[in-house]
């Protein structure tokens, strides 16, 4: 049986034939010479371009067989959401050159990383989110808190004013520096209690000169200056508290010895040679003018008890008829009580 072989043609430019103008098996060709083609009816009724621009040269290619492909344009490389056409190299470096290299990128936005676990200890990127959590104390605005109850910051002084002190909340309440080695607490909007460079606490006026406040300086016992020492509003010493070997001394506007607290007697003294005036004893006599009390009570000079009756002792004054408690003198003034 012969084969017979129908060829049609046109030479129309980009002319195609269409389904109606084939029998299937028949072959069309354009001989235009702008559009040279060839085309051919299949089986099923389409018109199939064998030849030409745009026509098949095979099966088209998938993941998992060769075919043929078609170049993605440099839009569908970038969009990336084409799963038919093929990026080619110059395309891809375009890609390629946007992404930030490993060795120092330069990034820009905000670049996010995975969160480490708490106590993480490796070169894994940190967080702003993982320094949070390990962070002991946070900052809102101006404000320095600890993150745990009960925990406090501690501040190692230098030759200039301390470092990183200033009010916090309440900006008239809080600790601050207000000098060269200075450290003060303010409430009110003013200066409470202020520590100078030489170990002096002074506690009054908002001023960071402790001379002219009323305040207390606290020193090593002992040592000049005292262990306890109160001055008035210009700056004067007016009280010194002081411990020693014999007990606990006070005395006031800068006088000797008006209080002496010892182990054994009690003294007190008035003057600027603070010179004895009371004496408690240690077995409870109380000697005025006299260092030595020989009675519960001893006094000694001019008592201005003119009537006070004149005994040579205690036995003498019991025998004259005083009982125990009342008062008589001696021949030398000294006014004693009976016992």
């Given amino acids: 049986m012969a084969i017979k072989i129908k060829l049609k043609h046109s030479s129309t430019a980009n002319k195609a034939p269409l389904p109606s103008d084939l029998d299937a098996g028949e072959l069309a060709l354009n001989t235009n010479a702008a559009s040279p083609a060839a085309y051919i009816k299949d089986s099923a009724g389409n018109i199939v371009k064998l030849a030409g621009a745009g026509a098949i040269g095979g099966t088209a290619a998938t993941e998992t067989a060769a075919g043929i492909v078609e170049l993605a344009t440099a839009a569908e490389t970038t969009t990336g959401t084409d799963a038919t056409r093929a990026v080619h190299p110059a395309g891809l470096k375009v890609e390629l050159d946007k992404k930030a290299p490993l060795d120092s990128p330069a990034l820009t936005g ?48 230098g030759t200039a004013a301390l470092p990183g002190l200033t009010p916090v909340g309440d900006p008239n309440t809080g600790i601050y520096s207000p000098g060269a080695d200075q450290l003060a607490i303010s409430t009110g909007g003013a200066g409470r209690v202020f520590i100078d460079p030489s170990g002096n606490v002074g506690v009054g006026t908002g001023t960071t000169n402790l001379t002219g406040l009323k305040r207390v300086d606290i020193g090593e016992a002992g040592v000049s200056g005292g262990l306890l020492t109160l001055r008035s509003a210009g700056g004067a010493q007016e009280a010194n508290i002081s411990a020693g070997a014999i007990g606990l001394s006070v005395t006031t506007n ?49 008592a201005n008890i003119a009537t006070t009756p004149v005994y040579a002792d205690n036995t003498a004054a019991l025998a004259g008829g005083l009982v125990a408690g009342d008062i008589y003198r001696k021949a030398d003034g000294t006014l004693m009580i009976t016992f």
């Fill in 254 to 302: 800068s006088y000797a010895t008006p209080l002496n607290v010892k182990t054994s007697d009690v003294v007190v003294g008035t003057g600027s040679s603070g010179a004895e005036r009371l004496r408690i004893t240690s077995d409870g006599k109380v000697g005025i003018g006299t260092s030595t009390p020989t009675a519960t009570l001893t006094v000694k000079g001019n």
């Fill in 110 to 157: 905000t670049p996010t990383a995975p969160t480490a676990a708490a106590g993480t200890n490796t070169t894994q990127l940190a967080t702003t989110a993982f320094v949070a959590a390990a962070a002991d104390w946070t900052r809102t605005g101006t404000t320095l808190a600890p993150k745990t109850a009960g925990d406090v910051v501690t501040v190692s002084a």
